[in-house]
T-cell receptor, first 115, second 115 residues
Framework: DTAVSQTPKYLVTQMGNDKSIKCEQNLGHDTMYWYKQDSKKFLKIMFSYNNKELIINETVPNRFSPKSPDKAHLNLHINSLELGDSAVYFC??????????????FGPGTRLTVT | DAKTTQPPSMDCAEGRAANLPCNHSTISGNEYVYWYRQIHSQGPQYIIHGLKNNETNEMASLIITEDRKSSTLILPHATLRDTAVYYCIVREGGAGGTSYGKLTFGQGTILTVHP
């Protein structure tokens, strides 16, 4: 059983298009994240949602809009795609709340190529 | 979150122990040390974490120095499948606080296990 799944795995599109990436977790976690890994392999957090509420919004262009319809899903919609958006996008989830430490579980990634 | 320093690459012979060092001299009292790894083209995978005490699980052992300024991840019997980028990350515990569980990835250590 896949814990954190993403669709699609590969996405090739042209500049200016709008696209969405979907993420689902079946771990019962409260918190979900989106990370971006660029061509230089740096992994950077973009967003985090806890119980469907946005709690982290790093300096990301507002062309990127996350949507969390419920605790198990966090989708990423990107408007007006640019060449620089080409990257691998990873979704992750973890338990949330409290003062303990919680590990994050990552999905397999979505490789986005903008031409 | 405190910054970490890791060697860019290391080699290890199959079957031998792999010892990956990490410096985190500015770590504060409520920050945990986490280790993740990323096998080529896959999502990052949680390995282990700790606060003060040494920790061991089925994947690895984590040795944290008494002053908490450095740590070592030990893979006791490295296999070819352990070839990956290993990330040492320091962050506040829990999904609350100011980091909300955010993981800040550095460049990591590329571990190559050879036959």
């Amino acid at each position: 059983d896949t814990a954190v799944s993403q669709t699609p795995k590969y996405l090739v599109t042209q500049m200016g298009n709008d696209k969405s990436i979907k993420c689902e977790q079946n771990l019962g976690h409260d918190t979900m994240y989106w990370y971006k890994q660029d061509s230089k392999k740096f992994l950077k957090i973009m967003f985090s949602y806890n119980n469907k509420e946005l709690i982290i919004n790093e300096t990301v262009p507002n062309r990127f809009s996350p949507k969390s319809p419920d605790k198990a899903h966090l989708n990423l919609h990107i408007n007006s795609l640019e060449l620089g958006d080409s990257a691998v996008y990873f979704c992750a989830s973890s338990r949330g709340g409290g003062t303990s430490s919680y590990e994050q579980y990552f999905g397999p990634g979505t490789r986005l190529t903008v031409t | 979150d405190a910054k970490t320093t890791q060697p860019p690459s290391m080699d290890c012979a199959e079957g031998r122990a792999a010892n990956l060092p990490c410096n985190h001299s500015t770590i504060s009292g409520n920050e945990y040390v986490y280790w993740y790894r990323q096998i080529h083209s896959q999502g990052p995978q949680y390995i282990i974490h700790g606060l003060k005490n040494n920790e061991t699980n089925e994947m690895a052992s984590l040795i944290i120095t008494e002053d908490r300024k450095s740590s070592t991840l030990i893979l006791p019997h490295a296999t070819l499948r352990d070839t990956a980028v290993y990330y040492c990350i320091v962050r506040e515990g829990g999904a609350g606080g100011t980091s909300y569980g955010k993981l800040t990835f550095g460049q990591g250590t590329i571990l190559t296990v050879h036959p």
